[in-house]
T-cell receptor, first 110, second 112 residues
Framework: GIQVEQSPPDLILQEGANSTLRCNFS?????LQWFHQNPWGQLINLFY???GTKQNGRLSATTVATERYSLLYISSSQTTDSGVYFC????????????FGKGTHLIIQP | NAGVTQTPKFQVLKTGQSMTLQCAQD?????MYWYRQDPGMGLRLIYY???????DKGEVPNGYNVSRLNKREFSLRLESAAPSQTSVYFC???????????FGQGTRLTVV
């Protein structure tokens, strides 16, 4: 099945800093999602972005499908941005569902 | 518009007990999914239902059964719970496998 690798695994930043999270995947995809899992365990949809660039406030994402990676940008970080960020793609081979990376654990310190 | 609703939110079981996790969505989605999340890991697919009346195994189906009761509801059953099934369980739905998926708030299950 498809392999999804996220980097870095852990990131500690001061409030106000910018960050870039990366997601590499091993095969072509027609669906890619970014999620934020907050400290209470909720999974929040950030972007559905199989290709191209999208922006939502301080967050933006870019997927370069031909090169098999996606980037999530967080600008002017706030403490509420803390949590785990996951990317997920279809497993391939015609199978359903999503294959998740192991996530980037982000801590924003005041 | 509640999205995806899971019950219960928390559950403690003894080894060998059975239970059913319930999931309902109000977005008129065709596909529904059950995932589990273990500490420090991403979610892994247990079972899915691409449409009413169909179910298929995902990556980690052993020890579980599912029922797609109707278009709205998809339940996950543990017939004889084991400590290895201690996890957080998420239900999700989407219009189809190539569209955006939405997740419930999760069920934290502990098997002692």
């Amino acid at each position: 099945g498809i392999q999804v690798e996220q980097s870095p695994p852990d990131l500690i930043l001061q409030e106000g800093a910018n960050s870039t999270l990366r997601c590499n995947f091993s095969d072509s995809v027609n669906n890619l999602q970014w999620f934020h899992q907050n400290p209470w365990g909720q999974l929040i949809n950030l972007f559905y972005i199989p290709s191209g660039t999208k922006q939502n406030g301080r967050l933006s994402a870019t997927t370069v499908a031909t090169e098999r990676y996606s980037l999530l940008y967080i600008s002017s970080s706030q403490t509420t941005d803390s949590g785990v960020y996951f990317c997920a793609v279809p497993p391939g081979g015609g199978a359903d569902g999503l294959t998740f990376g192991k996530g980037t654990h982000l801590i924003i310190q005041p | 518009n509640a999205g995806v609703t899971q019950t219960p939110k928390f559950q403690v079981l003894k080894t060998g007990q059975s239970m059913t996790l319930q999931c309902a969505q109000d977005m008129n989605h065709n596909s529904m999914y059950w995932y589990r999340q273990d500490p420090g890991m991403g979610l892994r697919l247990i079972y899915y239902s691409a449409s009413e009346g169909t179910t298929d195994k995902g990556e980690v189906p052993n020890g579980y059964n599912v029922s797609r009761l109707n278009k709205r509801e998809f339940s996950l059953r543990l017939e004889s719970a084991a400590p290895s099934q201690t996890s957080v369980y998420f239900c999700a739905s989407s219009d189809n496998r190539d569209t955006e998926a939405f997740f419930g708030q999760g069920t934290r299950l502990t098997v002692v």
